[in-house]
């Protein structure tokens, strides 16, 4: 059986119903602000959205390690060609790292959100700009928290305390109107969410910090009653994403404080009983 454990390095216990271990944290490169990220589907590496006080926006990639080391390996930057200074969210990457989708704020305000997409040029060597997913992105909706499939065919996302998805039967084609996703989430509001590569395992984060997992034996069917994978009780925290490496040993979260300032990653090691 294996058990999380987990330290949060800036406040006292919190209450966790596991005992808590630190391993690393990632904090704002100095100069920015950093938003919620996402590990790749290698498991190798994470993905954070950032922007300093002059409105530029990168994504910091993180080389991770097994044993929860990591290191800044590679920016990318997000062009704003109509300059609105916007706040890149969090990333998600295929498995070929030609495309990948995040949620942008064009009035810096979590309650304003749209899903982007980006996809990789062969001939300029570089992402093209920013794409609105219009058949997934509803007027003065609040689309967040975005999931791509790892051949890109399939986006997840959190809309209203709710996960919703879209799909395509192909790569040059465009993403469907979204439906529901088939999960029974009585009594559970989803802040953010996170799935594994082969889409049948599901953490969700709730509005009051409790992670939950749940699973589905394939992708056409619905996803089992959720199950508290992780509960707490932070009096001074959010908890806004989790993810796991492939091999399974190395969780990451993103928090912050209540006035959602000081945002970072920490990074556990998942130990064996």
Known sequence: MKKLLFVFLFIPLLGFSQNLKFLEKITAPIGYKIACGQISKSGNEYYLPAINDSGECKFFVYKIKNNGNYKLDKTIIIYDENKEGVFPRQISITNDYHSFVFAWSKKKKDTLNDLYICYWDDY??????????????????????????????????????????????????????????????????????????????????????????????????????????????????????????????????????????????????????
Do not use: Q
């Open 124 to 273: 300029y060597k570089h992402f093209s700009k920013k794409k609105f997913l219009g058949g997934i992105n509803e007027y003065k909706n609040n689309e967040s928290y975005p999931w791509i499939s790892p051949e890109g065919l399939r986006i997840y996302y959190v809309l209203k305390t709710k996960i919703f998805f879209s799909f395509k039967s192909s790569k040059d084609r465009y993403f469907k109107y979204p439906e529901p996703l088939k999960i029974n989430l009585k009594n559970i509001k989803v802040k953010s969410f996170w799935l594994t590569n082969d889409e049948l395992n599901i953490y969700i984060i709730s509005s009051k910090n409790i992670i939950y997992k749940s699973t589905r034996n394939n992708k056409n069917k619905a996803f089992s009653k959720p199950e508290i994978f992780l509960n707490s009780n932070p009096a001074s925290i959010n908890i806004s994403s989790f993810c796991l490496n492939n091999k399974g040993n190395i969780a990451l979260i993103y928090s912050c404080d209540k006035s959602k300032e000081n945002g970072m990653i920490s990074i556990y090691e998942i130990i064996e009983d």
